[in-house]
């Protein structure tokens, strides 16, 4: 399938339709949003907060510390933090199912205030404008990802407001991944991708476009289609969390980071997601109005904070 005809199918809307004093565009949007979630599990966003100059500034910095040494890197890679801060270093997360871990390395941003008991973020101090740069992104995709949100609750009939202290200082995450060039293609296990097929986590996931091809998604239909942003678009998914409270209705995408040809295989590529997570104490349990005899209650109960424990452990970053 062709990256047009890919582009054509995946559902688009306007943020400013949420966001202007038109309730009619506002309805639409909100029915828009709803419905590539229920169907399709992800849309592509326009007017979203993220200027090209930011995006632009901030693959320059991550690119920066990615391109320093290994020993370098690994000043700021701390286990104790289970990778929620700092950097993680290469083939240290696993996807579900699988046994070759990612071929990839990754540095996490969290809260820039953190609440009691949240680690502190850490920040490599031989690429200070990364701090600037990250930073800022978070705060302007973490107000994205609350509006969409919004959109999402009225989708759902509860109140407009129903995440909002749900997310207050949450546990979203800024994750800048280095997809590392592979030297020697021909030495490579079988079976290790630069991101095997998951799921994310969190609520929503908030994605700028990458450095080069290779995301791909899942249809419902089980093919494999490659995803890429247009330039004035960031691409949005339903993470796990939102698709355990919603028992389903709204789609979690399963989706994965194939290696590039061969050809291209020594060289990099940079992808930063936003991982809009809620508070620990989050009840996931499946929302009342989301069971019915047609869509019986899929998930167990739990909280937002243990369904991230156990994913964490396995992922591998966790013990």
Same mark, same amino acid.
């Given at each position: 399938m062709s990256q047009q005809t890919l582009l054509d199918k995946i559902p688009s809307v306007d943020l400013a339709d949420f966001t202007s004093s038109d309730t009619n565009r506002k309805a639409k949007f909100v029915a828009e949003l709803g419905a590539a979630f229920t169907n399709i599990g992800f849309v592509a966003v326009k007017n979203h907060g993220l200027s090209d100059d930011l995006r632009d500034k901030l693959y320059a910095a991550v690119q920066k510390f990615f391109y320093q040494e290994d020993e370098l890197k690994q000043k700021y890679e701390f286990p104790e933090l289970a990778g929620q801060r700092g950097y993680i270093g290469k083939n240290k997360e696993t996807a579900k199912g699988y046994k070759r871990p990612d071929l990839k390395e990754f540095y996490h941003v969290g809260q820039l205030n953190p609440r009691e008991g949240m680690p502190e973020n850490i920040f490599p101090e031989e690429v200070p404008e990364f701090e600037?740069?990250?930073? +800022?992104? !978070?705060?302007? !995709?973490?107000?994205?990802?609350?509006? &969409?949100?919004?959109?999402?609750?009225?989708?759902?009939?509860?109140?407009?407001?129903? !995440? #909002?202290?749900?997310?207050?200082?949450?546990?979203?995450?800024?994750?800048?991944?280095?997809?590392?060039?592979? +030297? %020697?293609? *021909?030495?490579? *296990?079988?079976?290790?991708?630069?991101?095997?097929?998951?799921?994310?986590? %969190?609520?929503?996931?908030?994605?700028?476009?990458?450095?080069?091809?290779?995301?791909?998604?899942?249809?419902?239909?089980? *093919?494999?289609?490659?995803?890429?942003?247009?330039?004035?678009?960031?691409?949005?998914?339903?993470?796990?969390?939102?698709?355990?409270l919603t028992n389903h209705k709204l789609k979690s995408t399963i989706h994965r980071v194939i290696n590039p040809p061969v050809e291209k295989m020594k060289t990099s590529r940079f992808s930063i997601p936003f991982f809009m997570h809620p508070r620990a104490e989050m009840d996931l349990t499946c929302l009342e109005s989301c069971v019915t005899a047609e869509n019986p209650?899929?998930?167990?109960?739990?909280?937002?904070?243990? !369904?991230?424990? #156990?994913?964490?452990?396995?992922?591998? &970053?966790k013990k």
């Open positions: 600037t740069y990250t930073t +800022e992104t !978070f705060k302007i !995709f973490e107000n994205t990802g609350r509006t &969409l949100l919004q959109a999402i609750a009225l989708y759902l009939e509860l109140p407009e407001n129903y !995440f #909002e202290d749900k997310v207050y200082q949450g546990d979203s995450i800024l994750r800048a991944l280095h997809y590392f060039p592979i +030297e %020697n293609p *021909e030495l490579l *296990e079988e079976g290790a991708v630069r991101a095997a097929a998951h799921g994310d986590i %969190n609520l929503i996931t908030l994605l700028m476009g990458a450095s080069a091809d290779g995301l791909q998604v899942l249809r419902t239909d089980g *093919e494999w289609i490659s995803v890429t942003a247009l330039p004035d678009q960031i691409v949005i998914n339903v993470g796990d969390m939102l698709d355990r209650k899929k998930y167990v109960d739990m909280t937002a904070g243990e !369904f991230l424990d #156990e994913r964490l452990r396995e992922l591998g &970053l």
